[in-house]
């Protein structure tokens, strides 16, 4: 890492350090390095420019991911469409139930004038 990326400077007297953002993927990858028995885990945290507090996060994140996921029954996955999808299948199913009501108020009117008023056959 370099000094650009590792510190931010916001007027001479006060540095911060830039919180640098890991993808899902490298944080996996640190976890499976960290996990060998053998594992040389200050040397990996000094590599990637991370603190124990971190490892401790990334791990508690994997734990929370596989759990989620393992709750799941096979075949539930959610599936997501695009907004303007939904918004259109939206718009047909609202013009459906439109549909439905006016023939259910057509067979009411059908039905009490077959059948005498009565319900029943």
């Given amino acids: 890492m370099s000094v650009s990326d590792n510190e931010v400077t916001s007027g001479a007297q006060n540095p911060r350090k830039k919180r640098r953002r890991l993808s899902p993927e490298k944080k996996y990858q640190i976890f499976l390095e960290?996990?060998?028995?053998?594992?040389?885990?200050?040397?990996?945290?000094?590599?990637?420019?991370?603190?124990?507090?971190?490892?401790?996060?990334?791990?508690?994140?994997?734990?929370?991911?596989?759990?989620?996921r393992l709750k799941q029954r096979p075949g539930s996955r959610k599936k997501t469409i695009a907004l303007d999808q939904y918004l259109d299948l939206k718009k047909e199913l609202e013009e459906k139930e439109r549909v439905l009501a006016e023939m259910t108020v057509d067979l009411v009117i059908l039905q009490k004038k077959t059948n005498g008023g009565s319900w029943e056959r």
Avoid at 34 to 50: F, N, V, Y
Avoid at 61 to 68: P, R
């Fill in 34 to 68: 960290t996990q060998s028995k053998d594992a040389p885990i200050g040397e990996i945290l000094r590599r990637e420019g991370l603190y124990s507090t971190d490892l401790a996060r990334i791990r508690q994140q994997v734990k929370e991911g596989a759990l989620d």
